[in-house]
């Protein structure tokens, strides 16, 4: 019979190998290439508000660096579209940035007017603590509108999967 110490340890056991092997993902954003422009209606948050962003997944914005740029602003700055005085820029074509905190993040267009006109984004990112009570990655990848996206989001939630049934199966093997 295993006392309840070894119980303690192989469950400390498993959340570790849980935490370190949950998998940091890329986000297009948008959800296909060059959507980082002037949305037909609110398309941009509504695909940051069906997922769920966690710590250390990236966001990468696809876009034509003659025309376009990302700011990362305050969101008093992303309310009123004030371009002045961004946390950081970016005009690299390929933007990406690497989520390193929980809560939100704002980000908004750098070309003349494109903000006003609705081309911003917030992401939320969720806390350690909810990222560790299970709630699932992403809800569904039928809200892509790329196929090849909704792959990609399928095979992380498949991976996942695998690595809690190897966990299961390493801390059966400590009895
Ligand atoms: C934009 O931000 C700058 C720096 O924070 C500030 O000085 C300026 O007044 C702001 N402009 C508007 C239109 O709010």
Redesign the pocket.
Known sequence: MASSRDLFLSSVLLMSLFLTLSEAREFLVGGKPNAWKIPSSDSLNKWAGALRFQIGDSLVWNYDSSKDSVLQVTKT?YE?C????PMAAYKDDNTRVKLERSGPYHFISGAEEHCQKGQKLIVVVMSKRSQFMGISPAPSPVKFDDPAMALTSSAVVLKRGLVAIVGVLMGLALF
Not at 82 to 85: G, L, M, V
Request: glycine share 0%; hydrophobic share 0%.
């Open positions: 700055d009123t004030n371009t002045s005085s």
